[in-house]
């Protein structure tokens, strides 16, 4: 089973970017599809982008569609998660997922791996 680290987090004002890392290690990478979830204080974790185990699709929340670009390195065995014009409802802590290999337009169920996250925190 794969491990997820992720990295990049901080603290940002309204409207700037952050880029999240997340790094896979202890298993294949390039076949997993992988997401980003997040979680806020008192709320439940949301789905926010996820991408093709090739890359060649992805998928986004309607809340930060035009706004986040997630990406992967396959050589890397790492995904991004580009986050720009940040707003204060966009402070969680961020985790990546890896979902079963292969798998097709995967479901919230189908992620199976979970990093331990990374805060973001957007102040206004």
């Known amino acids: 089973q794969v491990q997820l680290a992720e990295s990049g987090g901080g603290l940002v004002q309204a409207g700037g970017s952050l880029r999240l890392s997340c790094t896979a290690s202890?298993?294949?990478?390039?076949?997993?599809?992988m997401g980003w979830f997040r979680q806020a204080p008192g709320k439940e974790r949301e789905f926010v982008a996820q991408i093709s185990w090739s890359g060649g699709r992805t998928k986004y929340a309607d809340s930060i569609k035009g706004r986040f670009s997630i990406s992967r390195d396959n050589a890397k065995k790492t995904v991004y998660l580009q986050m720009n014009s940040l707003k204060p409802e966009d402070t969680a802590v961020y985790s990546c997922?890896?979902?079963?290999?292969?798998?097709?337009?995967?479901?919230?169920?189908?992620?199976?791996?979970w990093g331990q996250g990374t805060q973001v925190t957007v102040s206004s």
């Open positions: 997922a890896a979902a079963l290999a292969y798998a097709v337009n995967a479901s919230f169920s189908d992620f199976r791996s």
């Open positions: 202890g298993g294949p990478f390039s076949i997993y599809p």
